[in-house]
């Protein structure tokens, strides 16, 4: 039996925040804003998590994505000095994909946050 929503609340918002969160709620299937909310709303009494929680969780994240780029370049330089390349080219350009595409997902989830 599908749930009944009788119970109004408002948010304030800038027209900037509110595009925004329209854009993000039909990405994610969702009919407007209100299902998104609700959703977030359950998800953070679920958890128990703030929003800047999950900022500060993305932010190391985005930090440990550095240390890897850092140790990626690295790794590099070595394998270039003892002439070794080749033998890990390719994983050096798979871990290279993955953490561009990780460091592309933070950073669009920033928007949301």
């Keep these: 039996m599908p749930t009944t929503y009788a119970q109004r609340f408002y948010i304030k918002s800038s027209p900037e925040e509110k595009l925004c969160w329209k854009q993000h709620a039909k990405a994610l299937g969702h009919n407007g ?23 500060t969780e993305l932010q190391n994240i985005q930090l440990e994505l550095s240390k890897i780029g850092n140790n990626i370049n690295q790794i590099a330089i070595h394998a270039n000095t ?32």
């Design 82 to 113: 003892q002439r070794q390349m080749e033998e890990i080219s390719e994983e050096l350009r798979e871990i290279t994909r993955t953490r561009k595409q990780i460091s592309k997902l933070v950073h669009g989830m920033r928007c949301n946050l």
């Design 33 to 55: 804003i209100a299902p998104l909310m609700r959703q977030l709303m359950r998800e953070s009494v679920a958890t128990g998590k703030r929003g800047d929680e999950t900022r």
